[in-house]
């Protein structure tokens, strides 16, 4: 199984970037993930439906066939950290491929999120795109960690 991180933005600043490849880096070889960045339309003078039209467009060109679709969406289900351990492995023992999507400035569009298997939310704050990332890379190696018993995480 894959885990591959599709997420609209492709200039992050420098810390985000770092932080993001450290989590990945970290991730045990049965759950890598795949981080692939999709370039975010102009915005200039355009509706933020046709901006988002767009950019699904590209996003779902990039999802790999037959793989799980998980949009992440501030109106998403909100997960523990154990909870979403669960949810990886469940993915996991499936062997089936799962593609996490991040939209960008506006967010996912409908045809997104009406298409995902699941919506997660980070949290019901507004987060930068930057830290999103940084903080999904994050949760999922935490997630890893601790289907691995790894001391990272502590409860």
């Known amino acids: 199984m ?11 600043p420098a810390w985000a970037e770092a932080a993001t490849a450290e989590y990945l880096k970290r991730m045990p070889r049965e759950a890598r993930v795949d981080l692939r960045e999709i370039r975010p339309e102009n915005r200039a003078g355009r509706a933020a439906t046709a901006i988002k039209q767009a950019e699904a467009a590209r996003l779902l060109e990039k999802q790999p066939e037959g793989s799980r679709l998980v949009a992440l969406d501030e109106h998403g289900a909100q997960l523990s950290t154990r909870e979403l351990a669960d949810l990886l492995q469940r993915w996991m023992a499936s062997g089936r491929d799962t593609c996490l999507m991040i939209g960008g400035a506006d967010g996912l569009a409908p045809s997104i999120l009406e298409r995902a298997e699941a919506t997660l939310a980070l949290s019901r704050l507004t987060l930068p795109h930057a830290l999103a990332r940084v903080l999904l890379a994050e949760q999922l190696y935490r997630a890893a960690s601790l289907l691995r018993n790894h001391p990272y995480h502590r409860e």
């Open 2 to 12: 894959r885990l591959i991180l599709l997420a609209v933005g492709d200039r992050l």
